[in-house]
Nanobody, 120 residues
Framework: VQLQASGGGSVQTGGSLKLSCKASGRTFSDYAMGWFRRAPGKEREFVASVSWSGGAKYYGDSVKGRFTVSRDNAANTVYLHTNSLKPDDSAVYYC??????????????WGQGTQVTVSS
């Protein structure tokens, strides 16, 4: 699976961005999809995951209530709607395709990242 993320940028605190990740190469709906992020000097952090059908969604504690993950299987695209952004949300955001077992998500294929920068 090839994954192409886009939509990052620079915003002020409280702003919003919509990240997109378009997949190609294999049947998109065969995979759960997820988002991770990595800020300079920090560990990679789970952000969100969504099941193949879109019916199950899970979020990291730091983004719950502010970010929403969704997918459009007809368009082979997964989205991450980021709202009420804070400077701590600044990071490179990576989308990935993998499997979901219960509440656990296991990424397998990774795309290139898209930079999100939030200024105070």
């Amino acid at each position: 699976v090839q994954l192409q993320a886009s939509g990052g940028g620079s915003v002020q605190t409280g702003g919003s961005l919509k990240l997109s990740c378009k997949a190609s190469g294999r049947t998109f709906s065969d995979y759960a999809m997820g988002w991770f992020r990595r800020a300079p000097g920090k560990e990679r952090e789970f952000v969100a995951s969504v099941s193949w059908s879109g019916g199950a969604k899970y979020y990291g504690d730091s983004v719950k209530g502010r970010f929403t993950v969704s997918r459009d299987n007809a368009a082979n695209t997964v989205y991450l709607h980021t709202n009420s952004l804070k400077p701590d949300d600044s990071a490179v955001y990576y989308c990935n395709a993998g499997t979901m077992k219960g509440v656990y998500y296991y990424p397998r294929y990774w795309g290139q990242g898209t930079q999100v920068t939030v200024s105070s």
